[in-house]
């Protein structure tokens, strides 16, 4: 009929054609490209965090310590911020206009349709406040977040605090994300992975608005948030208050251990600062106030402090020197002060009177014999065998970094060894001569308090320590590590300990001892004075003691610096703590007074 | 003439079977897409669902009609047909209301009508009628102007109601005027044209008219003159690309460097004692100065005479949204770069905040558009999401979803095997209404049959190729799927008016 029905033909194909482009455009968005998958979800799936509450710490009487608060995050969608009046909000919420619009471009800059907290932790009373006001302004919402809130003013460094987790950390620990807390100091750092629990995820599905439509494949993939575990410690409040009200006015720190068990009763340091101050968004205020305290409150002086010992460590040069066998229970030197300076007191005549008496010349003489054994022709080098011999032995007692506690961030101190002296004066130029400063507590040794309340407990226990730990309970299971239930032997025998106790028992209880002030009437107490000498000003007071003599509950060491004599102020200290531990009460109201009136901030330092 | 009592008898089943097929898959996707859980009654007739399945009951009544009717109905009122839509398009631009920003429907009541739609039909009729007259020629200039005036009326007309998207229909009938006998040489110019026109908002116009004038240069040598001449010319335009690709040579040099060709080629032209036949000589200097005034037109065109929003949808497609992050990261490493002076990182600084801004735009506005869509078919994979659990859709990130972005719908909870099913669908019918239309004895019943697939398969091509993101967004309808009494009812009228010519096809010759 006409030229052109062979036109079907290319009509066909052109139609033909046009479906099998689109056939293969859709094989490759459909079947092989799978990006167009990840972006559908990443459009309606939100993950929204449930976060855990962080776990309670109680105290060994099972008083609540630390616990959370309910605290609001004010957000922002930038995207649904309508027109609203902006005086108003900035009324509201006690800003300036200024901060308004800095805070709004810096969360638009993020994201304008993701949420942004504008306003961090508003109280639950703030909260009520603005609660009904709200609805004005849209875009803004709150999102329930907790706060840690601590019951007592004190134990700040025993029970740490908690901080938002810095970039660092994140990307160190992929468990973590932004916004996050973490523990930086104390139990809530040492039981981080304890406390925090474990988050939980919700999975929504939103519209293009970005409204909540509802839950993903019905919550199958949802995860549940876990509490963090209720931690009970090993702290008796009411005696870490006592200790810290004792201390008030005074630099320097107890530590009482239950020499039984290892647990840590109380870990006072002073001064120390309320841990309230270190919560939400009163850190930012108070941290640079207190770093910048010229006497250092966040410096936790019981774990960190390194201090000389003074006379306290005669007790172990005692020891060493009787299972050495260079001395014995009965062993007598005279107090001759052209070797080293003492007071006036009758000779003692053995080893539990030199403890009572604290005779300086006597342990002069007591470690010459266990530098200087004659094992070696040479002076010298005898005397590096006696001091690698001796070393080993104090390392025994805890000191020099030997303590495995559960508390974060104890210093080592220092038990100067052969190496040490080598590098100092060179080896073979020095020898006893040069280091017998050692024998009374003093020179380079560096003694942490903890480890002297450890030592405390080692002589109350007769010859072992369980590692010092401030952990009691775990969600009222008793599963403290294995560790803190080992017995430490420092390898003396016991039968040694008991002139040493008789000559502790000697100091408080009998005339003639020098802390005659510590006594607590009705129980046997013993103790060891030390007055540290300090280069840079008065003498530290220093005192270690246990109580009762026999089966002993209480192991404390008290440092007060720059006060002086240790039976002056270190000593009562340390009794009344002892008292209130174990009778819950205080007899000598005037001891008592007397050390709640003693500032010791300002001693005039002696040079 | 028996046959003509039962209506049934000699209709085709295979395109009314695909018909109920698209109609069905259109109503229960509309379902999908408006769906939610308040109000999940199908037969709601508050919900487009609802009131979807009153058009299509409608639209059964109405292709009931059709088949009722006689033929030569049609045929003796294809052109009082035509005459009355093109009077009610008057009115609609006089009369109408405005939806959108187009001015092309009456409202009577709740009940909105688009003639547009309607004028679809009464031009492929008058077409046919005109054409199908004896003694017209198609190869006749007198011809291609009445048959021109005949398309162009209708779609200036709905050019006029700010209509563009169902203005751009009008171009299927290149495809009815082609089998009819139009020179093949339009139909391939056209496409050639449409080629040209992307390539050059890619490449830029210098390029292309360099690029342009290489394939001239190496055509016309070849054919028209002797071997030495053609390497000769090669040569010259292989050396200069190359001195411009390693000496980085401004814009304007390059212009400088064709017109030169151009001059010198010209000259040798008109002063070869040899060529005899000079006029086609200049015939083609003539085809290649208007390629090259078309190209520079294009980059005129598109950012003089396209409006913003349309500019974006053509740029979104061509990639420019990657084009863009690219340009920022460059920029913003030379921002780094300390070689800069003062005064020229200030314009780097410009710069940079003018195409972060544009970047900003693309990917709220008609970027989204395009990329929910893609989103929305490709999350499908193979099989689908499953019925009612699209969430692209569902949760509104696609666009018109009932309407024109009805496909997605289809891609995200049918997957591969539902978007390849409905493309097979169509494919079918356009062939079975070649393959019938080719059938018929009558001149009018065949040109109209390809009136009716040229109709269809250009909204096929613009609607499903703008959802998956290869053609730009122009707003036309899916037929017989998208949501919508006017288009359904048209494509209806358009589609069985065919059936019923060619139920007659045994007994009438005209």
């Known amino acids: 009929m006409n030229n052109f029905t062979n036109r079907k033909f290319i009509i066909g194909a052109i139609f033909l054609f046009v479906g099998l482009i689109f056939i293969i455009r859709l094989i490759n968005i459909q079947l092989i490209n799978n990006k167009y998958k990840l972006d559908s979800d990443s459009n309606v799936l939100r993950t929204i965090t449930k976060y855990p509450a962080r776990g309670l710490v109680y105290d060994r009487n099972g008083e609540l310590l630390v616990y959370n608060e309910a605290a609001y995050d004010l957000m922002l969608i930038p995207k649904q911020l309508k027109e609203i009046d902006t005086n108003e909000f900035c009324k509201l919420f006690e800003i300036t206009k200024a901060e308004f619009i800095e805070r709004l471009t810096k969360i638009k800059k993020y994201s304008t349709y993701k949420p942004s907290v504008f306003e961090k932790e508003i109280s639950t009373e703030s909260y009520a406040n603005i609660q009904d006001q709200l609805y004005k302004f849209p875009g803004f919402f709150v999102q329930l977040r907790t706060l840690r809130s601590y019951q007592n003013k004190n134990a700040a460094h025993i029970l740490g605090y908690i901080s938002e987790v810095t970039p660092a950390i994140i990307e160190k620990d992929n468990y973590y994300k932004s916004g996050d807390y973490i523990g930086k100091s104390g139990v809530e750092l040492a039981y981080e992975e304890l406390l925090r629990g474990k988050r939980g995820i919700k999975k929504v599905l939103v519209d293009v608005h970005n409204r909540e439509k509802g839950s993903y494949l019905n919550g199958k993939e949802d995860t549940l948030s876990i509490s963090g575990e209720r931690l009970q410690i090993s702290l008796d409040i009411t005696l870490q208050t006592y200790g810290e009200l004792l201390m008030q006015n005074k630099i320097g720190s107890i530590v009482a251990i239950e020499p039984s068990t290892g647990e840590i009763l109380c870990l006072v340091s002073s001064p120390s600062y309320n841990p309230n101050m270190l919560v939400g968004r009163a850190v930012r205020k108070n941290y640079p106030v207190l770093s910048r305290d010229s006497l250092n409150p966040l410096f936790n002086r019981a774990t960190m402090a390194q201090y000389p010992p003074g006379s306290i460590f005669k007790t172990i040069q005692a020891l060493i020197g009787m299972q050495e066998g260079v001395i014995n229970e009965k062993s007598g030197f005279s107090c001759i002060k052209s070797l080293v300076g003492c007071h006036n007191h009758p000779t003692a005549t053995d080893v539990a009177s030199s403890i009572k008496m604290s005779c300086n010349p006597y342990y002069f003489q007591v470690f010459k014999k266990i530098i200087q054994q004659n094992k070696a022709k040479s002076i010298y080098k005898d005397s590096e065998i006696g001091l690698a011999e001796w070393n080993k032995r104090v390392k025994k007692f805890g000191f020099g970094g030997t303590l495995q506690t559960d508390i974060p961030g104890v210093k080592n101190g220092l038990v100067p060894g052969v190496e040490f002296y080598n590098k100092w004066y060179g080896e073979g130029r020095w020898a006893f001569s040069t280091i017998f400063s050692l024998s009374i507590g003093q020179g380079e040794l560096g003694v942490i308090p903890i480890q002297m309340a450890n030592l405390a407990a080692i002589i109350a226990n007769r010859g072992y320590y369980y590692q010092p730990h401030i952990l009691k309970e775990i969600d009222d299971k008793p599963s403290i590590p294995l560790i803190f239930k080992q017995k430490n032997y420092v390898d003396i025998e016991a039968k040694y300990f008991e002139p040493i106790i008789e000559g502790m028992y000697g100091v408080v209880q009998e005339a003639g001892g020098t802390a005659r002030r510590a006594k607590i009437n009705g129980i046997e107490v013993c103790g060891k004075t030390g007055t540290a000498q300090n280069p840079h000003g008065e003498d530290h007071s220093v005192f270690i003691a246990f109580a009762p003599k026999d089966n002993p509950k209480i192991a404390i060491a008290v440092y007060v610096e720059n006060a002086g004599f240790g039976g002056t102020w270190a000593a009562p200290i340390a009794s009344l703590m002892m008292e209130k531990y174990l009778t819950d009460s205080i007899s000598d109201k005037i001891k008592e007074q007397r050390i709640l009136e003693a500032n010791l901030m300002n001693v005039i330092p002696k040079k | ?510």
């Open chain 2, 1 to 510: 003439m028996r046959n003509q009592r039962s209506i049934f008898t000699n209709i085709d089943w295979i395109i009314i079977g695909i018909y109920l097929a698209l109609v069905f898959i259109g109503w229960i996707s509309i379902y999908a897409a408006v769906y939610n859980e308040e109000n999940s009654a199908i037969f709601d007739v508050s919900q487009r669902y609802g009131s979807q399945l009153i058009w299509i009951i409608f639209a059964f009544v109405i292709a009931f009609i059709i088949l009722l009717l006689d033929g030569v109905f049609f045929t003796s009122f294809a052109l009082p047909i035509y005459g009355v839509l093109i009077l009610i398009l008057i009115a609609v631009l006089l009369f109408g209301v405005k939806v959108n920003g187009a001015t092309s429907w009456f409202e009577f009541g709740n009940i909105k009508i688009q003639p547009a739609e309607f004028a679809k039909f009464a031009t492929v009729l008058a077409l046919a009628k005109y054409l199908s007259m004896p003694n017209i020629r198609i190869k006749e200039f007198k011809t291609k102007v009445i048959a021109t005036t005949i398309i162009a009326i209708p779609a200036l007309l709905i050019l006029m109601q700010n209509d563009t998207g169902s203005t751009l229909t009008y171009a299927a009938f290149i495809f009815l005027l082609y089998r009819e006998g139009l020179s093949g040489n339009i139909l391939f110019l056209g496409v050639l044209a449409i080629l040209v026109f992307v390539l050059t908002l890619v490449f830029g116009a210098t390029s292309m008219i360099l690029f342009g004038f290489i394939i001239f240069l190496l055509l016309y040598a070849a054919t028209k003159f002797d071997l030495k001449t053609t390497v000769f010319t090669t040569l010259a335009t292989i050396s200069f690309l190359v001195f411009n690709t390693y000496y980085e040579i401004k814009d304007s040099f390059i212009f400088f460097g064709i017109a030169l060709i151009l001059f010198s080629i010209f000259l040798f032209v008109i002063t070869n004692k040899k060529l005899k036949d000079k006029g086609s000589h200049y015939l083609g200097i003539f085809i290649l100065v208007v390629s090259c005034a078309y190209i520079y037109s294009i980059d005129f065109a598109f950012n003089k005479v396209l409006k913003e929003h349309q500019r974006t949808r053509i740029t979104v497609l061509l990639g420019e949204e990657d084009q863009l992050i690219n340009q920022i990261k460059m920029l913003e490493f030379k921002m780094k770069d300390e070689t800069f002076s003062q005064e020229q990182k200030l314009v780097i600084k410009t710069d940079l905040k003018t195409k972060k801004e544009s970047l900003k735009e693309l990917q709220q506005g008609n970027g989204w558009n395009i990329k929910q869509s893609l989103i929305a078919i490709g999350s499908g994979g193979f099989t689908g999401k499953g019925f009612l659990e699209g969430t692209q859709t569902k949760f509104n990130f696609v666009p018109e979803q009932s309407t024109d972005f009805i496909f997605c719908t289809i891609g995200e909870e049918w997957g591969f095997l539902g978007t390849s099913f409905v493309i097979l669908l169509y494919m079918a019918l356009f062939l079975r209404i070649i393959f019938i239309a080719e059938k018929q004895r009558s001149t009018f019943s065949r040109i109209y049959g390809y009136g009716v697939a040229s109709i269809l398969f250009i909204h096929f091509i613009v609607n499903i190729g703008m959802t998956i993101g290869l053609i730009p967004v122009i707003g036309i309808p899916l037929p017989f799927i998208s949501y919508g009494g006017s288009s359904l009812w048209s494509f209806t009228i358009l589609l069985f008016i065919f059936i019923k010519l060619d139920s007659e096809r045994l007994f009438v010759l005209r």
